[in-house]
């Protein structure tokens, strides 16, 4: 299916997948494909920063990092022994969150006072040369308190459901039509760079540049995690493609195809599974863009 509109919405599709995916130079190097920090993972909660760091690392992110509770460090070097390791107490932390291209917080971070610091700290401290993902946990709490807000960022992401969307805009999920979903988006974020990624059966994509509903995606995909997931791919695209909507909607469509692929043969789709699928998917596409 060629990209066109159902009315006000683009449809997302393989095409942009194919102007932002290409194949990597032979020479390369870690740093160019983005330095990323994903805060999350409570004690209760640490599976979920740990799928977005699979899906980080997966999509292809240069540096991971994860800012987590110590109790998920034997976990997370299990599972992703490619992601790196902060204790969330850590004072370095504050250093940290000033140096990466990409910080995405709200998986598993829970609403206590000390995520609510975190929070704050990443609001402070963030530059416009980087760009914030907020999801989650940090969803909710930016619907408690605009003060969450990271304004000095160059690029703000968010990622919720529609439940979550309700609570940081106020429009009742009855009432979230495009033309309202971009309304109260201007108004959250002014004139700062935003996009909002709001999920669904199918996810739309808001940006000042127009709304796209994406193509992919599937009933397999409604369970724990796949939303984590896409935080982490969402952080990878951007820190290796540049922090411009082209790169999140690719993102956003290429975890769904993932998933995809999963779904032909499984039932369900684990996010662990859809994550293993990323390299193999993104090499696919990569071999295409020659011929656009």
């Known amino acids: 299916m060629e990209s066109g509109e159902i009315g006000m919405a683009k449809l997302l599709d393989e095409t942009i997948a194919k102007q932002v995916i290409h194949q990597r130079p032979s020479k390369s190097h870690k740093g160019n494909y983005g330095r990323v920090l994903l805060i999350g993972g409570s004690m209760q909660f640490g599976g979920a920063i740990i799928m977005a760091a699979q899906g980080a690392v997966n999509a292809g992110a240069g540096l991971v990092s994860v800012a987590t509770h110590s109790v998920n460090l034997t976990a997370l070097h299990a599972r992703v022994p490619e992601a790196m390791f902060i204790d969330w107490r850590d004072p370095q932390l504050l250093q940290m969150i000033r140096l990466v291209d990409v910080v995405a917080i709200g ?68 009432f979230q039509t495009d033309a309202a979903n971009q309304d109260a988006l201007q ?24 709304t796209w509903l994406n193509q992919a995606g599937n009933p397999g995909l409604a369970t724990g995690g796949t939303g984590d997931t896409l935080t982490g791919v969402i952080a990878a695209f951007v820190g290796q493609f ?11 469509y290429v975890h769904s195809a993932a998933g995809d692929v999963v779904y032909q043969d499984q039932y369900v789709v684990r996010p662990t599974e859809l994550a293993a699928q990323l390299p193999l998917l993104m090499k696919k596409i990569s071999l295409k863009d020659q011929k656009l």
């Not at 760079?193 to 540049?209: D, E, F, G, R």
């Not at 540049?242 to 956003?252: E, H, I």
Request: include cysteine; glycine fraction near 10%.
């Open 107 to 174: 998986p598993g971070l829970g609403t206590d006072r000390f995520a609510q610091e975190l929070l704050l700290n990443v609001s402070a401290s963030c530059t416009a040369k980087q760009t914030v993902i907020i999801d989650a946990s940090a969803l909710d709490l930016l619907g408690k308190n605009k003060a969450f807000w990271p304004s000095g960022a160059g690029l703000v992401v968010l990622t919720p459901h529609q439940m979550e969307w309700q609570r940081v805009s106020g429009l009742q999920i009855d």
């Open 187 to 210: 108004q959250l974020a002014g004139q700062q760079p935003t996009i909002l990624v709001l999920k669904s059966h199918q996810t739309h994509v808001y940006a000042q540049q127009g």
């Open 242 to 252: 540049g922090a411009k909507t082209n790169s999140v909607l690719a993102g956003v």
